[in-house]
T-cell receptor
Framework: DAKTTQPNSMESNEEEPVHLPCNHSTISGTDYIHWYRQLPSQGPEYVIH???SNVNNRMASLAIAEDRKSSTLILHRATLRDAAVYYC????????????FGKGITLSVRP | GAVVSQHPSRVICKSGTSVKIECRSLDFQATTMFWYRQFPKQSLMLMATSNEGSKATYEQGVEKDKFLINHASLTLSTLTVTSAHPEDSSFYIC?????????????FGPGTRLTVL
């Protein structure tokens, strides 16, 4: 599976937008970009995923670069409950696809 | 929707005993389930992939005779840690996928904290 690169950590202020970057320069044409987040002592939670076009859902937005070598997860208004480790993961589609978790980025939210 | 449960949430056992962890997809049929392990301050490591009615596929370095996986139905997979030892103490997390589909999203359970004394 192609690898992703994320900063180790990021701080944000409550109620402000947060942009979490992810680089994936070796992405293949069939790789989906997934974002999951994990709060302490909990299982990961699905956030969003996309292939080529930008995606929006109730939790976040995913902006994908035109060359697909990078993407940004956007939390429009950070809350204290958004403090978590965010994982950017590439995965192919199909029966044999799987998720390989890296270290992720730890997001801290200041009140 | 897309809820995955695990039971138990926490278990403490003596060295040498076996522990079974259940993973259930509550509102969808999971063609594939995954088992992960997470040690403190580390990321999730995939242990094995199981498809309903088939033998599990284990990742390199994971002992299949120690970590027994059964995926008997489309909503239930179990992980049995046989003859557990203190080094098996970890956070075990399952996930389920209802794919194949667009992007094959996995939905994760809340995890099971295993402590082996």
């Amino acid at each position: 599976d192609a690898k992703t690169t994320q900063p180790n950590s990021m701080e944000s202020n409550e109620e402000e937008p947060v942009h979490l970057p992810c680089n994936h320069s070796t992405i293949s044409g069939t790789d989906y970009i997934h974002w999951y987040r994990q709060l302490p002592s909990q299982g990961p939670e699905y956030v969003i995923h996309g292939l080529t076009s930008n995606v929006n859902n109730r939790m976040a937005s995913l902006a994908i670069a035109e060359d697909r070598k990078s993407s940004t997860l956007i939390l429009h208004r950070a809350t204290l409950r958004d403090a978590a480790v965010y994982y950017c993961i590439l995965s192919g589609a199909g029966a044999n696809s799987k998720l390989t978790f890296g270290k992720g980025i730890t997001l801290s939210v200041r009140p | 929707g897309a809820v995955v449960s695990q039971h138990p949430s926490r278990v403490i056992c003596k060295s040498g005993t076996s522990v079974k962890i259940e993973c259930r997809s509550l509102d969808f049929q999971a063609t594939t389930m995954f088992w992960y392990r997470q040690f403190p301050k580390q990321s999730l490591m995939l242990m094995a992939t199981s498809n309903e009615g088939s033998k599990a596929t284990y990742e390199q370095g994971v002992e299949k005779d120690k970590f027994l996986i059964n995926h008997a139905s489309l909503t239930l997979s179990t992980l049995t840690v046989t003859s557990a030892h203190p080094e098996d103490s970890s956070f075990y997390i399952c996930s389920a996928r209802d794919g194949p589909g667009w992007g094959d999203t996995q939905y994760f359970g809340p995890g099971t904290r295993l402590t082996v004394l």
